[in-house]
């Protein structure tokens, strides 16, 4: 087997571990979530809980989009080696 596939298969090469580059505009966005969480537990102090539940949920779906995104890319590439070998 290929070494880079080695690697990949027995968890040497972890993508996920290394942090990628924050853009500006991650982070403004991140700021931006932080600011609205903060307003909206000073005006509504008892929707904590359920303020938690959701952003649980929409970390969850990020997660799953990550994941799906991913294996599309990775198809991807796998298919255009592929492609690249049969010319």
Do not use: W
Not at 11 to 23: L, Y
Not at 27 to 43: A, D, K, P
Not at 70 to 78: C, N, Q, S, W
């Amino acid at each position: 087997m290929n070494d880079i596939l080695n690697k990949l298969y027995y968890g040497e090469i972890c993508p996920s571990e290394k942090p990628a580059p924050q853009p500006k505009r991650c982070v403004e966005n991140r700021e931006l979530i932080c600011s609205t969480e903060e307003q909206l537990l000073e005006q509504f102090p008892d929707c904590m809980e359920l303020l938690d539940i959701y952003t649980d949920a929409l970390h969850i779906e990020a997660q799953l989009e990550c994941e799906a995104d991913f294996e599309r890319g990775f198809r991807l590439g796998a298919s255009l080696i592929l492609d690249m070998m049969k010319m």
